[in-house]
C-alpha cells in the first residue's frame, strides 16, 4: 500500500496510527486527515526528533501497513 491509499482509508488508518505513535491525539490526528507531512510535522513536534527520523517512522508505517502486520516499535520518546 502507498500512502495515497492510506490517506484514502485515513479514517480506518488513525487505529494503527494511534498503536505506532501514542503521544499523537485524536485531535492531531484529526488534523492530519491522511496528510502525510502533517503526521511527519506532529510526530517531529511530539516526540522531539528530527524530520528524517519521523520520515523514516512513517515509511516504516507504510511498509508495515503494505504487509498487514502491526506496528514494529513503539516511537522512542524524549
Known sequence: MNWDE???KWKQSVGKA??????LTDD???AI????DQL???IQERYGIAKEAAEKQ??????SYDLGEP???KAKSS
Open 33 to 36: 486527515n491522511g496528510k502525510r
Open 28 to 30: 492531531d490526528l484529526t
Open 40 to 42: 511527519v510535522g506532529k
Open 71 to 73: 506496528p514494529r516499535t
Open 18 to 23: 494511534k498503536e505506532k505513535w501514542g503521544k
Open 6 to 8: 492510506i490517506a484514502g
Open 58 to 63: 512513517v515509511d516504516e508505517f507504510t511498509r
